[in-house]
């Protein structure tokens, strides 16, 4: 019936022989929905109370007991990144739910400038942050998906790479497409943990990691939007010496950059 998947292998068996396997796999896929429907809800549930904690939070000022003041600020830190723990979940559930995005034309230029603007906010002079955009390219996407994966990259740039670093936007060509790297000079990913690193609530797990804040869901959700556009993440990573994280799209997903709008507005 129409509820029903059967996924479909072929294994070679000898020179002249190959196996067909069938498996039903309606039970998974929809154990999977469940799954799925459960984190959306529960996720969505959560906001309410998180914001409303959060926001009393905000208010409360130790004056009368100023001992109260570190363990204010810690409950403040922690309701912050409940929050955002329940933001990313909301993303994920969202992306997870959709098989096409909305194709629009989008703006790289403004897109880079805006990301080396988190850098700098997030890396607050700690480090050196250079932006290169030759290309005179455009991407067919959406714009607001495509921001929160390279801004996830950006921010794990300046959050895994000491004071002192180095981080790189660049744009460029790639064969008949584009990519966009993110690179750092940082601690680097061991490559035991690179298969499994943009896995949900996969870390690789050192004080460093907890320290850093993350929700470790941000590589989850890369990895989610460029599959949405048909695009591919490539890791290159060195213990101790840093990493680059490149997002690869193919020729049907650039376009030469529309200049009809003039540069300097009268
Ligand atoms: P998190 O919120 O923990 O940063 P992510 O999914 O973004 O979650 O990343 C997963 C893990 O990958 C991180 O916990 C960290 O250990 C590692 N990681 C991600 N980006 C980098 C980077 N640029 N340099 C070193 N390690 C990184």
Same mark, same amino acid.
């Given at each position: 019936n129409a509820e029903t998947r059967i996924n479909l292998r072929l294994i070679p068996y000898s020179e002249e022989l190959w196996l067909l396997v069938a498996r039903d796999v309606s039970k998974l896929m929809r154990l999977e929905q469940v799954r799925r429907d459960f984190v959306a809800n529960v996720s969505h549930e959560l906001r309410t109370p998180l914001t409303v904690i959060h926001g009393y939070l905000e208010m409360l000022e130790p004056e009368e007991k100023p001992d109260w003041a570190p363990m204010l600020a810690e409950m403040q830190r922690q309701s912050q990144r409940m929050t955002q723990l329940v933001e990313d979940l909301l993303t994920l559930s969202r992306l997870e739910a959709q098989d096409r995005l909305p194709d629009e034309s989008v703006a790289m230029a403004p897109m880079i400038a805006t990301l080396k603007r988190e850098a700098e906010a997030l890396s607050q002079h700690r480090h050196q942050i250079t932006v290169e955009d030759d290309t005179q390219l455009d991407l067919w996407g959406s714009t607001k998906e495509l921001h929160s994966a390279f801004s996830n990259l950006v921010s794990n740039a300046v959050r895994y790479t000491p004071a002192g670093g180095h981080i790189g936007i660049r744009f460029e060509h790639d064969g008949d497409g584009a990519v966009l790297r993110v690179s750092d000079s940082g601690y680097g990913i061991p490559a035991t943990h690179l298969p499994r690193i #943009?896995?949900?609530?996969y870390r690789v797990s050192t004080s460093r990691t907890r320290e850093? @804040? @993350? #929700? @470790?869901?941000g590589l989850s959700i890369v990895k989610h939007v460029l599959n949405l556009h048909q695009a591919r993440l490539d890791i290159q990573s060195e213990v101790g010496r840093g990493s680059t994280f490149a997002c690869h799209f193919g020729a049907e997903r650039v376009h030469p950059r529309d200049h009809a709008t003039p540069m300097f507005a009268a």
């Amino acid at each position: 019936n129409a509820e029903t998947r059967i996924n479909l292998r072929l294994i070679p068996y000898s020179e002249e022989l190959w196996l067909l396997v069938a498996r039903d796999v309606s039970k998974l896929m929809r154990l999977e929905q469940v799954r799925r429907d459960f984190v959306a809800n529960v996720s969505h549930e959560l906001r309410t109370p998180l914001t409303v904690i959060h926001g009393y939070l905000e208010m409360l000022e130790p004056e009368e007991k100023p001992d109260w003041a570190p363990m204010l600020a810690e409950m403040q830190r922690q309701s912050q990144r409940m929050t955002q723990l329940v933001e990313d979940l909301l993303t994920l559930s969202r992306l997870e739910a959709q098989d096409r995005l909305p194709d629009e034309s989008v703006a790289m230029a403004p897109m880079i400038a805006t990301l080396k603007r988190e850098a700098e906010a997030l890396s607050q002079h700690r480090h050196q942050i250079t932006v290169e955009d030759d290309t005179q390219l455009d991407l067919w996407g959406s714009t607001k998906e495509l921001h929160s994966a390279f801004s996830n990259l950006v921010s794990n740039a300046v959050r895994y790479t000491p004071a002192g670093g180095h981080i790189g936007i660049r744009f460029e060509h790639d064969g008949d497409g584009a990519v966009l790297r993110v690179s750092d000079s940082g601690y680097g990913i061991p490559a035991t943990h690179l298969p499994r690193i #943009t896995e949900r609530f996969y870390r690789v797990s050192t004080s460093r990691t907890r320290e850093s @804040g @993350g #929700t @470790g869901l941000g590589l989850s959700i890369v990895k989610h939007v460029l599959n949405l556009h048909q695009a591919r993440l490539d890791i290159q990573s060195e213990v101790g010496r840093g990493s680059t994280f490149a997002c690869h799209f193919g020729a049907e997903r650039v376009h030469p950059r529309d200049h009809a709008t003039p540069m300097f507005a009268a």
